[in-house]
């Protein structure tokens, strides 16, 4: 079998490219400016390859380009021919990380979870200090809903784990969390071509599900959220397990929770704006949910000028955060200034590796903060 | 030059070395790959650019978005070449008093109609491929487009042009000497646009026949700002591609759609008919930018685009569907734009003769009293038939690139390609 047989499974759509560049409002071409680093630059570099008019040993020096994309999906809203270009940027990536092995930040990461399950470089006795730091002292209970922290909230984000905890106290909904039994998704292996290591973390998480009886699994990060609802059932799949788990995003129960006056929120006046995480939005289609909670809490809503299915990535995602620094910063800063330019003081978002890369970028100009953060505040 | 960003990868130049088509094996022999690609970020890199092009005898060529069909862009073999891509000079500035875009090369038509509306605004012509193409690129390739109908092609809506070449810098109001000309006659560094005021456009579809169409449109054409008429295989083979994306399926009839300014119903009592349909209008205006959808079906797509007087569209569109054409018109003010596309798949054997049918579409038009849209490359040696004043152009091309280094065999015809381009057409 040739290594590239997962080209030629995309080679149609490869060859339907049109060339056309309706693409081009990719943020990370914006910010490079060469084909080597646009969508379409990339479908023609795997066009090459196909027709064997590029070899592999020719892309030495300018393969870390096709590995400059967030996975933030505009590309494949505005594409000519409605090509999946994600799925190809992630299955390309995963033939190049098979000849050329992954870029040094992204094995970098790989190590790191290979050993603690978690991409940060933590311990994995850490992972649960968050909940164990929570003043009320919660039971873990075996319920048909667990809460899937993720690895940036249970280390870096700490207090959008809390606030979910919090608001699930609050609306009286049972809950199981899986502790130090919990590993990353596997979405920064996903993205970045290594696939192998993300069915890895799904057999473990899997199989804590199974044992707690898990019906519903509930996320507050957006890429844990696209990871487990439309990646695992793949996995599952191809390995012959069932799925038959519910997966929902925190904004979508805050909605439901809210709705049925389980959750009672003190309308606050307050102007700010939504930033659509790229992997909630795009990928998943919730645009809507969020901006209802945020309207039923009294919020002002101001759109930034791209929002929705054409709102900009915060430029962190697809493992462009960890190898290519300055460029994710580019573009958070880009997404910052837009914040900037409607007047509001406050970026809301639904996913912690949004916040995090935000702040970072805003460098204290804005406030950030996670919609379920805020709601508890409110509730 | 070094401090002006480049590449020389391989492979990056292999990605330089396309514009929208997919040649047959045979045109591909004659396309190489540049010494180099430079991004200039002013004028002074571009005049720096063509001084180091002319000390060692290469050939420049100034690429925009590569959205054209015509090889204008293409590194012709085996000359050797360095490409100016653009994509660093994309300043513009709005006048809105005057009424007049000033924008560098590289800024994409469509950037510029969003911040143009903010102010009430709009271009008064853009191409269909504006959410890419450039306006450098547009101007460079020529033609009509959106709003042809009513102020004509791109040419007329260009009021200045500032050149560089190898003497120097210069402002020009002789547009001739640059538009549809890809390049050759110098590097557009800087363009003036006419623009209009802002309006809000309503569309109504008609299925009527070709020759209604053309009835209609003559008649209307001083109160409507733009009028596309779709075959009813092409909406067919649209329907088949845009299923997911829509609610409803198009009626697979002949299709013409009228856009003007006035509300539809007032289309609708000029139209005299009573069947225009605006929300089928307005579905089919929405999806102007994505003629090239039906790709879907191919992968790969010829397209044969060409001109025609007003007169001979029925006819020529009637041997088209004989063809197996799918036909889009685009009306201009004096004539028309139509595409044909045909449905190939490059990976096959026989894909060299699939190439022939859109010679044949154009040697059709010829017979029509038409022309072709453009000629680039591949058809440099129609230039003379399509170019008006062909002859006092080639003078100035001699004097201003006596090396003849500025996009070498584009549009004033040199090298193999076009006697193989000539026996190609005569027996296709
Ligand atoms: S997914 Fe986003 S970052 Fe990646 S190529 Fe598409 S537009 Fe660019
Ligand atoms: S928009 Fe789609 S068809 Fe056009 S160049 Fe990009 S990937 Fe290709």
Known sequence: ?????????????????????????????????????????????????????????????????????????????????????????????????????????????????????????????????????????????????????????????????????????????????????????????????????????????????????????????????????????????????????????????????????????????????????????????????????????????????????????????????????????????????????????????????????????????LEVIDLVELIDKFS | MKSIPNSIHPVQLYLYSHDITSPPFLIKLFISKPKAVYQPRNENEILEILNYARDNRLNVIPRGAGTSGYGGVLPYSPYNSIIIDFFRMKEFEIDEKQKILIAEPGVVWWDVERELNKVGLSLRVYPTSAPASTIAGWISAGGYGVGSLRYGGIAENVERLRIADFSGVRETEDIHLFSGLHGTTGIITKAWIKLKEYEEYNAVAFHVSIDEAVKLVENWKNYIYSAFFLSSEYITAKNQVFRDDVQYEVPEKDTLVIVGVENSKQLLNLSNLKIGNPQLGEHLWDLRFYSMRVKRLGPTLIISEVILPYNSIPEYVKKMKKMGAMIEIWFNKNNVTSLSFFLADERKVGYTLAWRKSIKAMKLAYSLGGKAYSTGLYLAHHSPKVIEEYYELLNYKKKIDPLNLLNYGKVFPKGRLPTLMKIAELIS
């Open chain 1, 1 to 365: 079998m040739r290594d590239d047989t997962l080209f030629k499974e995309l080679e149609k759509e490869i060859f339907i490219c049109a060339q056309c560049n309706f693409c081009r409002i990719c943020p990370v071409y914006y910010e490079e400016g060469w084909e080597s680093s646009s969508p379409r630059g990339r479908i023609y570099l795997l066009k090459g390859i196909l027709k064997r008019e590029i070899k592999f040993e020719e892309i030495e020096g300018i393969v870390q380009d096709f590995f400059k994309c967030t996975t933030c999906g505009i590309c494949e809203v505005v594409c000519q021919t409605s090509i999946p270009l994600i799925e190809i940027w992630e299955k390309a990536r995963e033939v190049f990380v098979k000849r050329k092995g992954p870029l040094k930040a992204h094995e970098r990461i790989r190590n790191s979870a290979l050993k603690n399950g978690n991409p940060y470089g933590e311990e994995l006795n850490k992972r649960d200090e968050w909940f164990k730091q929570l003043s009320e002292n919660f039971e873990i209970k075996k319920a048909e809903l667990v809460y899937f922290a993720g690895c940036t909230a249970s280390y870096r984000m700490n207090e959008i784990a809390k606030s979910v905890v919090s608001i699930l106290n609050k609306a009286g909904v049972d809950f199981s969390y899986a502790g130090r039994d919990e590993y990353c998704c596997g979405s920064p292996f996903l993205r970045t071509g290594q696939r192998d290591l993300a069915i890895e973390f799904f057999k473990k998480n899997y199989r804590e599900w199974r044992k707690r009886g898990v019906k519903k699994i509930l996320t507050s990060c957006s890429g844990c959220f696209r990871t487990i609802k439309k990646d695992y059932p793949v996995i599952a799949k191809e390995l012959g397990y069932a799925w038959n788990f519910e997966v929902i995003h925190v904004s979508q129960l805050l909605l439901e929770l809210i709705n049925e006056k389980k959750l009672k929120v003190r309308k606050k006046k307050l102007k700010a704006t939504y930033h659509d995480p790229c992997h909630l939005g795009r990928h998943m289609g919730i645009y809507e949910e969020p901006r209802r909670v945020l309207e039923l809490s009294g919020i002002e809503l101001i759109e930034m000028e791209d929002n929705k299915e054409r709102s900009l990535c915060c430029g962190a995602g697809g493992g462009v955060k960890s190898q290519f620094k300055d460029l994710a910063m580019k573009i958070g800063k880009k997404r910052v200034a837009q914040a900037e330019n409607i007047g509001v003081k406050m970026i809301i978002s639904s996913c912690p590796f949004c916040k995090l890369h935000l702040k970072q970028a805003s460098e204290g100009k």
